[in-house]
Nanobody, 118 residues
């Protein structure tokens, strides 16, 4: 069982930046993949970014070039740095973890709200 706690959300103006954090109860160095997802009001949850055990990263086209996912294994924390934020980035952001490399994620955080004002 892996518990995940997100933090770092808030209200920011368009063009601004935020860094989301996800603290894990397990060693992130041993977790196969960790990811960020988001869900805007009235929409389905969508993939944002992922980082795999070996360090490989993956991004949704909508955030590519504006966001960076990283991992601090000493702190058992995964980060999502988001720059040049747009109003359409407004959503609840969720951290997820899984011990497999494919398929659905098994563990989810409670989410943190990101609101980007125009």
């Amino acid at each position: 069982q892996v518990q995940l706690v997100e933090s770092g959300g808030g209200l920011v103006q368009a063009g601004g930046s935020l860094r989301l954090s996800c603290a894990a109860s397990a060693r992130t160095s041993s977790i196969s993949r960790m990811g960020w997802f988001r869900q805007a009001s009235g929409k389905e949850r969508e993939f944002v970014a992922a980082i795999f055990r070996g360090g490989t990263t993956s991004y949704a086209d909508s955030v590519k070039g504006r966001s960076t996912i990283s991992r601090d294994n000493a702190m058992n924390t995964v980060y999502l740095q988001m720059n040049s934020l747009k109003p359409e980035d407004t959503a609840v952001y969720y951290c997820a973890a899984d011990n497999n490399y494919v398929g659905s994620y098994d563990y989810w955080g409670q989410g943190t709200q990101v609101t980007v004002s125009s």
